[in-house]
């Protein structure tokens, strides 16, 4: 009754008339049905897409019901979603993890709290993190001079153990040369820096060993930054342009290219 009335139809008031009835109970019972049926096929259009795109959120939905024609916002929609149980999971990303601070080796103080260097080869921080690649994850290793933010060891491998730290840590031996007992290595309590082989490499060089406090990422904030700007400017924002780069890598043959900006890497030492 109330669409666009053909050429010649009745309108409401003529058809109210003509049933014996008021317009003004037409309109209380419109209000009581008319809704209900409107609603129930929102819920329905809901439930349809909600099926065929199993990702879609509520915003993705309340634009395709518009682009359909249905006069819908997205708050309606996130109602109806809630109560029909129709919201989409979201699946956490795999996050390879680089850190297994429990373990059974000796974890030494922190000597690196609020140390301000003032030349090189006083302090280098050292961390891992995992590199996401076209045909897998690789880790990688780096050692940095505090001081001139310069990397100064690094290895790039596709297993995570204490061998991809030592090869950081000896490619910076080389390059640098420490003065005996001037050196603090900083890193966190992962394992790999807390077993006995790289504490005992450590000392052989007479460098003093330094760990992180637990749960905190602040210590070691400038090996921390170095792994997120590499990570944004050269991984995730600047594509490999061809996949036969990164077969090398899981090889353990080639080396990977180098970046056209940000930090360059030193030329690495294999142990």
Same mark, same amino acid.
Request: proline letters at 6%.
């Given at each position: 009754?109330?669409?666009?009335?053909?050429?010649? *139809?009745?309108?409401?008031?003529?058809?109210?008339?003509? %049933?014996?009835?008021?317009?003004? *109970?037409?309109?209380?019972?419109?209000? @009581?049905?008319?809704?209900?049926?409107?609603?129930?096929? =929102?819920?329905?259009?809901?439930?349809? +897409?909600?099926?065929?795109?199993?990702?879609?959120?509520?915003?993705?939905?309340?634009?395709?019901?518009?682009?359909?024609?249905?006069?819908?916002?997205?708050?309606? =929609?996130?109602?109806?979603? /809630?109560?029909?149980?129709?919201?989409?999971?979201?699946? /956490?990303?795999? =996050?390879?993890?680089?850190?297994? !601070?429990?373990?059974?080796?000796?974890?030494?103080?922190?000597? %690196?709290?609020?140390?301000?260097?003032?030349?090189?080869?006083?302090?280098?921080?050292?961390?891992?993190?995992?590199?996401?690649?076209?045909?897998?994850?690789?880790?990688?290793?780096?050692?940095?001079?505090?001081?001139?933010?310069?990397? =100064?060891?690094?290895?790039?491998?596709?297993?995570?153990?204490?061998?991809?730290? +030592?090869?950081?840590? @000896?490619?910076?031996?080389?390059?640098?040369?420490?003065?005996?007992? !001037? +050196?603090?290595?900083?890193?966190?309590? *992962?394992?790999?820096?807390?077993?006995?082989?790289? $504490?005992?490499?450590?000392?052989?060089?007479? $460098?003093?060993?330094?760990?992180?406090?637990?749960?905190?990422?602040?210590?070691?904030?400038?090996?921390?930054?170095?792994?997120?700007?590499?990570?944004?400017?050269?991984?995730?924002?600047?594509?490999?342009?061809? %996949?036969? &780069?990164?077969?090398?890598?899981?090889?353990?043959?080639?080396?990977?290219?180098?970046?056209?900006?940000?930090?360059?890497?030193?030329?690495?030492?294999? &142990?």
């Amino acid at each position: 009754m109330t669409a666009a009335l053909p050429q010649g *139809g009745l309108p409401v008031e003529r058809l109210c008339a003509l %049933a014996g009835v008021s317009r003004a *109970g037409y309109y209380r019972r419109w209000q @009581d049905a008319r809704p209900r049926r409107e609603e129930t096929a =929102v819920r329905d259009a809901i439930q349809r +897409l909600a099926l065929a795109h199993r990702h879609y959120g509520y915003r993705r939905i309340a634009a395709q019901l518009r682009r359909e024609g249905m006069a819908v916002n997205r708050k309606r =929609v996130l109602r109806l979603m /809630r109560e029909d149980n129709l919201l989409c999971l979201r699946k /956490r990303a795999f =996050v390879p993890a680089t850190t297994a !601070s429990r373990h059974h080796w000796r974890v030494v103080p922190n000597l %690196a709290r609020g140390m301000q260097p003032t030349g090189l080869d006083q302090l280098w921080v050292a961390d891992i993190t995992y590199v996401r690649l076209a045909e897998g994850v690789a880790y990688l290793a780096a050692v940095i001079d505090a001081f001139s933010r310069r990397v =100064v060891g690094w290895a790039l491998e596709r297993y995570l153990d204490v061998n991809l730290a +030592l090869a950081a840590l @000896d490619m910076a031996l080389v390059a640098r040369r420490p003065a005996p007992d !001037s +050196l603090i290595h900083h890193s966190d309590r *992962g394992v790999q820096y807390a077993c006995e082989d790289y $504490i005992a490499r450590l000392a052989a060089h007479r $460098i003093r060993p330094s760990m992180s406090r637990v749960g905190n990422p602040y210590d070691n904030a400038k090996a921390e930054s170095f792994m997120k700007t590499l990570k944004q400017e050269e991984v995730d924002g600047r594509a490999y342009r061809d %996949a036969a &780069v990164h077969r090398p890598l899981h090889r353990g043959g080639l080396q990977p290219p180098a970046p056209a900006f940000g930090p360059r890497l030193p030329t690495p030492c294999r &142990v």
